[in-house]
Structure formats: structure tokens, C-alpha cells
């Protein structure tokens, strides 16, 4: 079984940067492709980004540039780096991992991007 566990999160102005680590424990080596997704009030769930085992990385148009996914296999710990940050980025962030055919989701973490 593989646990997730989210941290970074916080209040931060426009403009301002914040990152997210999310921390994997248990059968790590199960681990292959891990992301980001987001849910804002009232709305749904969406994809931000992911990244390969590889560390091949993908981002939805609306964070390109903006933010950054990176991921350290001997720390078991993904980031997501997020820069510029803008008000419509608030939501609870929270990270998956594909662990063989199961997806595994880590519990959130709040960011508010105030204006």
C-alpha cells in the first residue's frame, strides 16, 4: 500500500509563490506517473499537472510558465512549485500517485491566493 501526504499549502498574496511537497511512504517502488490536481470551491476536480517516473512533465494551458512539477525518487517526495500565483488558483490542492493499476490520492492541502 502506498500512503500520500500533502504540505505547503497556506494564504499567499497575488504574485506570490508557494510549493507543495507531497511526501510518499510505504511500497514506493510501485510508484510509476504521480500528479497534481486541483478542486476550487463549487467546482470540480481538475488535473494541473503530472509527472513520469521519468520525470517527464505535463501541465494544463492554464498554469504553463507558471508552475512547476519536479519529483526526487530518493526522498519519495514530489513539489509542485507555483509561481505568479493568481486568485483564480485557489482550491485544495492534492497529489496522486499510479501505484500498478491503482490510483492513490493524498488527503489536500488548502491555497488561497488573495487579491
Known amino acids: 500500500q502506498v500512503q500520500l501526504a500533502e504540505s505547503g499549502g497556506g494564504l499567499v498574496q497575488t504574485g506570490g509563490s508557494l510549493r507543495l511537497s507531497c511526501v510518499a511512504s510505504?511500497?514506493?517502488?510501485?510508484?510509476?506517473?504521480m500528479g497534481w490536481y486541483r478542486q476550487a470551491p463549487g467546482k470540480q476536480r481538475e488535473l494541473v499537472g503530472t509527472i513520469t517516473s521519468s520525470g517527464r512533465t505535463n501541465y494544463i494551458d492554464s498554469v504553463k510558465g507558471r508552475f512547476t512539477i519536479a519529483r526526487d525518487n530518493i526522498k519519495n517526495t514530489m513539489y509542485l512549485q507555483m509561481s505568479s500565483l493568481k486568485p483564480e488558483d485557489t482550491a485544495v490542492y492534492y497529489c496522486?500517485?499510479?501505484?500498478?493499476?491503482?490510483?492513490?490520492w493524498g488527503q489536500g492541502t488548502q491555497v488561497t491566493v488573495s487579491s
Open positions: 496522486n500517485a499510479l501505484s500498478r493499476t491503482q490510483l492513490i
Open positions: 510505504g511500497s514506493v517502488s510501485s510508484i510509476s506517473a
